[in-house]
């Protein structure tokens, strides 16, 4: 038994509970911290025994592993092809929707929208009317994106004949998929299914796929991880600002644009659309971090979350190591700084895949990198950087290859450690886009939304139930 | 009347900030209760017992907050919840720099460089996981919360104990480490008396004597209460009287502790035998202990801090100074004769009914008598003497403790003053920090009105520098009549003197 020590320096105190006793300390001028203390959250008791009892000696070593597959994934994008021939498992009948599964009667208004805009982009109907009619006959079936290794913002609806992006995770093999972004207002991924909405998707597929098509087959292959470091040092955090990365993806195709032009009003237009659009990038960012995390699956007794992604509805995990099971949650609404004249009660519930950028360690985990657009998460420069901060007590390790300026670039919290997310009752935060909750009127807000703790509740007890001993 | 309910998903309060919300939606208009609360299992019995358990919060998670509000009809009941909402989610005054808090123990590490002791306060059964990582990330432990399991107890001081840290509580409401008073304590100096007590207000009755004394602590530990019991053996009580025996900067050492189970009594007096340094013991019982050469034992809290003044051996003045004239009148009140004392510190009830034994040779009726003849039969019912410590659970069960909210006390005072066999109402007013702002003020409301041959005693625990403004605080209290002591046991003393002139 050791003596006491008190090293009779100056006391500094680390306040946990009460707060008047940490204001009655300050009031002094000592030296006390306050916790933003929070009951922990309602766990399975037996779950919580099993999970602390196998941690250091089982799962941190399945984390570790984890991280190091993320860690060492190279991210390349490699081409193009439409859906059907290039996505394994897609079919004429099947719509990729955002999100844990879902069926046709629980979607929320936006998805149902661009389900409805989808079938008459497919020329399967004529009619809004008649496409719902279809979407709700069982003919059509639903598959979340991530289940055929792709992804999709907001909605993210995929059919057939859409055009997408294929990514190529260089060190693990694995590939990835998106569709190509539309730019903000009347987009189908927020539900918009009007003639300009799929006159737009046909111009997508008539001119600026082939275009860029070249390009990419010319270049060979564009290098999205070194796009994405060198954006998150030019203020992007790659979910809600692509102003950087999409700026230097047209600096990389540029020339290969020239190179492979067939006629100077396409390319023209093509390079018109991307620079009008400041989230083109998006759509490179999220595959980039789906097929980095897709390799780091299937790690027995690993708690690290490979997939955050929400359908409207429900938000949705998976983990490294509890294999293709969903768990899910209601999603909630965002917290967010609305457009003018819309408010919370207009907005959806979270919708999309594009959390896969936080569960990637960037996005709402790198928020401190893209102090333009703070107002997002509270309007200072300091709100940014501790929500960054945050968010490394529940990540298992930091990024290697994804660095913040403004925290000295320390990596980013890489590895979103359930264990971690439980043991501190602090939930993922995601700096994510608002939908309005009716089809078609697009985007409202934007800002910060926690991810609800259900899911890793969830997520926690079934991995306790799992664990395997060598 | 209607019932009305909402829950709260994503926001949590302190305990005391919520009781003090639902004592605010109580006072709005048309609202006949309320009450904003965390939705755990035991707050909803405490719902259910009083009908407030409507069936829009069955469900509510323990995470969540769920308002209640009866009113005496919807829209006064609408209006409530709106003011609820507005009150729970005002942002906290105190943190006006935009640094967002750290939200956990190992977070708060990290950004408070060099921090070393954790002051833990939340619920019970929350506290010993908080206290697991405060010691695992190496700091000292004050746990105020109560709560918690004599096993758990025993666990978390035998791990302290083996990194060398202190495990003070739980419920330790007192400690002054290093010259920084925690919780509920009053300000006091640097000096040479080392104090380790396990009762709070027993500690806080010792460090306002030697402060008015003019000398001060060079620490003064707490332990909680359970720690001189067998189960856990005095692990604390001995770790710092081991501590204070080889401290430099200490003199004599105090130590205080509810009377403690005998094989704990036996080895504190072996380890007093190993030091030179003079130790004052006070187990709050009129006790006989073995002859030890440097041992003295004292049978109040005031003559404790009196004798440890002494033994100092400084040459200073050990006479107490006075805030008031502290001289009043014993003659008997007519017609009344018996004492009800309403306490909010449970070591000075404790005090009180020791000093009532000594002078009439049996114990007066008591929620905290040891005997069964001597309790109360109904805690809200006083009986001839009577003396009721408010702090104890049977008064604080969803109500914040009665040296912060005043208002049942008042309401006590009012009763026992109606009663025309009550001739001396005994208080006590704690002063220091957590203590409300301003007692004597709320005191003076109710006392004002009292029949003037009722006889109010009152002994005011502070120091001259606790934020309340101890001076003001007597001078508020004497201007109205009532006899105010800044020592317990003369208040008591003074106090039962009449209680005996009425029945000679």
Not at chain 1, 292 to 304: C, H, K, Q, T
Not at chain 2, 282 to 309: G, H, M
Request: hydrophobic share 45%.
């Amino acid at each position: 038994m050791a003596m006491l020590d008190l090293n009779s320096e100056s006391l500094k105190v680390i306040n946990v509970g009460l707060e008047a006793f940490a204001s009655d300390l300050a009031s002094k001028d000592r030296t006390v911290v306050n916790v933003d203390w929070r009951p922990p959250l309602d766990v399975n008791p037996l779950a919580v025994s099993k999970i602390s009892h196998a941690y250091e000696a089982v799962i941190a070593k399945a984390n570790a592993e984890a991280l190091k597959i993320i860690n060492q994934g190279k991210p390349v994008l490699i081409g193009m092809g439409i859906a059907l021939q290039t996505i394994p498992g897609m079919h004429e009948d099947l719509i990729l929707h955002a999100g844990p599964p879902v069926t046709w009667d629980m979607m929320c208004g936006p998805m149902r929208g661009a389900v409805i805009g989808a079938l008459m982009y497919e020329n399967r109907a004529e009619t809004p009317e008649e496409a719902e009619k279809l979407a709700a006959s069982g003919t059509i079936k639903y598959q979340p994106c991530h289940e055929l290794r792709a992804v999709g913002p907001m909605a993210g609806i995929i059919s057939a004949s859409m055009p997408v992006f294929i990514i190529k995770n260089d060190t693990y093999g694995n590939l990835s998929y998106a569709t190509q972004n539309e730019g903000l207002g009347k987009v189908l991924r927020y539900g918009a299914y009007s003639p300009e909405v799929l006159e737009r998707l046909r111009w997508m597929d008539r001119v600026l796929y082939p275009v860029l098509n070249r390009a990419i087959k010319h270049l060979g292959q564009i290098d999205l991880q070194s796009l994405i470091a060198q954006a998150l040092h030019m203020g992007d955090e790659v979910h809600n600002r692509n102003r950087a990365g999409t700026s230097l993806l047209i600096r990389q195709l540029a020339p290969a644009l020239l190179k492979t032009m067939e006629n100077i009003e396409d390319t023209t237009a093509v390079l018109d659309f991307i620079n009008g659009n400041d989230h083109f990038f998006l759509n490179l960012s999220m595959p980039a971090c789906k097929c980095v995390l897709d390799a780091a699956r299937d790690i027995p007794n690993s708690s690290i979350a490979v997939v955050m992604a929400r359908n409207g509805t429900e938000f949705g995990i998976q983990l490294s190591g509890t294999g293709k099971k969903w768990f899910t949650g209601a999603a909630l609404v965002p917290d967010a700084l609305y457009f003018p004249g819309y408010s919370k009660d207009d907005a959806n519930p979270d919708i999309g895949d594009s959390a896969i950028t936080e569960t990637g360690g960037l996005g709402g985990f790198a928020i401190a990198a893209a102090p333009a657009i703070v107002q997002f998460v509270g309007g200072n420069a300091a709100d940014a950087l501790s929500y960054t901060r945050s968010m490394y007590s529940i990540c298992f390790g930091e990024s290697q290859k994804y660095q913040i300026p403004a925290l000295d670039f320390r990596g980013t919290p890489l590895g979103i450690d359930v264990v971690k997310v439980i043991k501190n009752n602090l939930v993922p935060i995601i700096d994510t886009g608002v939908a309005h909750k009716n089809p078609g009127v697009g985007q409202v807000g934007a800002g910060v939304v926690k991810a609800p703790s259900e899911p890793f509740v969830k997520a926690f007890e079934a991995l306790a139930d799992m664990l395997q001993s060598d | 009347m209607i019932t009305k309910a909402i829950t709260i998903n994503g926001l949590y309060l302190d305990s005391v900030k919520m009781m003090l919300i639902s004592k605010e939606l109580r006072q709005a208009k048309g609202v006949i209760d309320a009450v904003a609360i965390m939705a755990t299992k035991e707050n909803k019995e405490i719902l259910a017992a009083s009908g407030m358990l409507v069936s829009d919060i069955t469900d509510a998670k323990e995470s969540e907050i769920v308002v209640v509000v009866k009113a005496i009809d919807n829209e006064h009941a609408d209006l409530a919840i709106g003011i609820a909402n507005e009150l729970l989610r005002a942002p906290s005054n105190k943190d006006n720099s935009s640094e967002k808090l750290p939200q956990s123990i190992d977070e708060a590490v990290i950004t408070m460089k060099g921090a070393n002791l954790c002051l833990i306060s939340v619920a019970g059964k929350y506290a010993s996981a908080e206290a697991d990582k405060a010691l695992d990330a190496g700091l000292h432990v004050m746990l105020f919360s109560d709560n918690v399991s004599i096993e758990e107890e025993l666990r978390l001081k035998r791990k302290a104990l083996e990194k060398g840290l202190l495990m003070m509580g739980p419920d330790c409401g007192t400690a002054v480490i290093n010259g920084v008073p925690l919780a509920f304590s009053n300000e006091i100096s640097k000096g040479d008396i080392g104090i380790v007590s396990a009762s709070g207000t027993g500690l806080q009755e010792v460090i306002a004597g030697l402060a008015h004394r003019g000398r001060g602590v060079s620490q003064a530990f707490g332990t909680g209460g359970r720690d001189g019991k067998k189960e856990i053996g005095g692990l604390m009580l001995c770790a710092c009287m081991k501590y204070l025996m080889d401290d430099p900067n200490t003199k004599v050492i105090v130590l205080i502790a509810k009377t403690p189970d005998k094989e704990v009594q036996d080895k504190l007096v072996e380890l007093i035998k190993q030091t030179s340094k003079w130790v004052v013991v006070n187990f709050l019982k009129d006790i006989s202990l073995p002859d030890v050469k440097n041992l003295r034992y004292c049978t109040s809290l005031d003559e404790t801090a009196q004798v440890a003044c002494e033994l100092l051996g400084d040459g200073k003045q050990v006479e107490a100074k006075m805030l008031c004239s502290e001289s009043y009148l014993i003659e008997p009140v007519n017609e009344r004769r018996y004492i009800r004392g309403l306490y909010s510190g449970g070591t000075l009830c404790y005090e009180a009914l020791q000093a009532y034994s000594r002078k009439f040779g049996r114990y007066p009726i008591s929620n905290i008598a040891s005997e069964a003849e001597y309790k109360m039969r109904d805690v809200w019912h006083s009986e001839g003497d009577c003396f009721i410590d408010m702090g104890a659970d049977d008064f604080t069960v969803g109500r914040p403790h009665p040296m912060i909210d005043y208002s049942l006390r008042l309401k006590k005072i009012a009763d026992e003053g109606a009663d025309n066999e009550v001739a001396v109402i005994m208080l006590d007013v704690v002063l220091g920090y957590g203590a409300h702002p301003d007692p004597a003020s709320e005191l003076v409301s109710v006392i004002s009105s009292l029949p003037k041959e009722l006889a109010v005693v009152c002994h005011v625990l502070g120091t001259e520098d606790d934020p309340q403004n101890m001076a003001e605080q007597v001078s508020k209290l004497t201007a109205a009549g009532v006899r105010v002591f800044t020592s317990h046991i003369k208040a008591i003393d003074h106090a039962l003197s009449i209680v005996e002139a009425g029945r000679k």
